[in-house]
Structures are given as C-alpha cells and as structure tokens.
C-alpha cells in the first residue's frame, strides 16, 4: 500500500535527516519503525505526508506516486496521521475534535456513521462529547488522537510514538485500540520505541537508526535479531 524507495530527506542543505529509506507498508496489516530518540523516526513520518519534502528517491501510496503533491492532497488521498505529542487543541471539546477529524466530509449522515463506528472503538470517548480535550487524563488524550485520525475514514493511519508519556496501563489501552482499528482492515505503520508492545501486534518491521535502516523483517525474526534484542528486548 505505501512504499518508499531510497528516501532521503534533510532540514538542512547539508545534513540528511534520512538517507536512502526503502520500506513498504502492506496493505491491511500493521507494519512498524522501531528507533532511538534521533534516529529519525518524526521525520519519516513528517517525510511521507511532505511536511518534509524529499530530496531523493519515491514514495508511492496504492500504486500512485505522491510526488508534487502537498500534505492536504495527501490526507485527502487517505492517508491519517496521529502525530507526536497527539498535538490536540485542548479548548476544544471531544465532539468538536472529532468533527475536526472528518473536515474534507460535508455530509452530515456519512459524520454521524462514521462517529457511531469510532464509538465502537472507543466508548469512553461517546461519554466525554462535552468535554474539553485539555480536562482529558493522558490516556483518554491518546484515544482520542487517534479517534480523531480514524474519523477521515483513511485507509491507513500512521501512528508516531502513540505510547509516548503514557502509564504503562494506559499504553496496553491504546495498543488494543490500534488493533481494533487494524482488524477492522485499516493499514497500520507504527512508529515506536516501545518494541514490546510494538511487536507484539505488527507482521513486520524496521528497526532506524541515525537515519538509516539498520535491519528488517517479520515478527519472528526481529524477536530473535541479537541486535533487537540487546537494544529493545532486554529489559
């Protein structure tokens, strides 16, 4: 579904952030990055939907290149990102950033099915539609994040450090919720630190490191990878 050949991409002329990133993202599986703090993972994600523009290589969704394209027309091709930090407006309330979440659709019964399927998901957030996001607990904040993402009814949502601040609890919440997502046929790439959680749930994965992919593949082998294991598994 989404696939990204020899990327690079770079904030500054000089330094590249990503250097000759290929990986491919199946559809209806969920499919992960697992990294360091500054191995890059934010601007792969900021790369794919051309928040960062790439200075090389291609990254084609569904079959079609993205080249040229900006970040709207990228969404609107169907494509959900749930960000870093969530990044929620908190003097909003959960109804009002869910419809935020729907923005391209003007069609008022489409809105409302699509609500009704995200309360499936995420029941709590249907008790909370008054309230404003800023008085939501951490957990319930991650929930809606990615509430608000499924609500473009997208084809594939990327996820960037959806356990980020989380109680460890909390993120066993979120991680069930993203499978429910998943298993009802949206593409997954989750981008995480959290290899645990992570692969327990995705089919195959990518291990970054300093902007480049220092490893690759399914499930299993990535468990038994030396350098997996050392460096995410061990404790």
């Known amino acids: 579904m989404l696939e990204l050949k020899s990327v690079t991409s770079q ?17 209806g599986v969920t499919t992960c990055v697992l990294g360091p703090n500054g191995a890059g993972k934010s601007t792969l994600v900021k790369t794919i ?12 969704f569904c079959g079609t290149s993205l080249a040229g394209l900006k970040t709207h027309e ?13 990044q929620l407006f908190p003097k909003l309330t959960v109804a009002e950033t869910l419809r935020l979440g729907a923005y391209f659709e003007k069609d008022e ?24 996001s800023g008085t939501l607990s951490g957990g319930e904040l991650g929930l809606l994040s990615i509430a608000r ?26 991680f069930r919720a993203i499978r429910d997502i998943n298993r ?19 089919s195959y994965g990518y ?25 995410y598994l061990s404790s």
């Not at 995480?192 to 692969?199: F, G, V």
């Open 11 to 27: 904030y500054d002329k000089n330094v590249s952030v990503l250097r000759n990133i290929s990986l491919v993202a199946d559809e």
């Open 49 to 60: 939907v051309h928040l960062v523009q790439p200075s090389g290589g291609s990254i084609t």
């Open 74 to 86: 990228i969404i609107k091709r169907g494509i959900a990102v749930v960000p870093e930090s969530r």
């Open 109 to 132: 019964d489409v809105i409302q099915a699509r609500l009704a399927k995200t309360f499936e998901i995420f029941p709590i957030l249907e008790q909370r539609l008054d309230q404003l």
């Open 149 to 174: 993402a499924l609500m473009s009814a997208p084809k594939m949502i990327i996820l960037d450090e959806p356990s980020m601040g989380l109680a460890p609890k909390t993120v066993s919440r979120v």
């Open 184 to 202: 009802k046929g949206i593409t997954i790439l989750i981008i995480e630190q959290n290899a645990k959680k992570t692969l327990a749930m995705a």
């Open 207 to 231: 291990i970054l490191q300093k902007g480049t992919i220092l490893t690759e593949g399914d499930r299993a082998a990535l468990q038994q990878n030396e350098i997996v294991q050392k460096a």
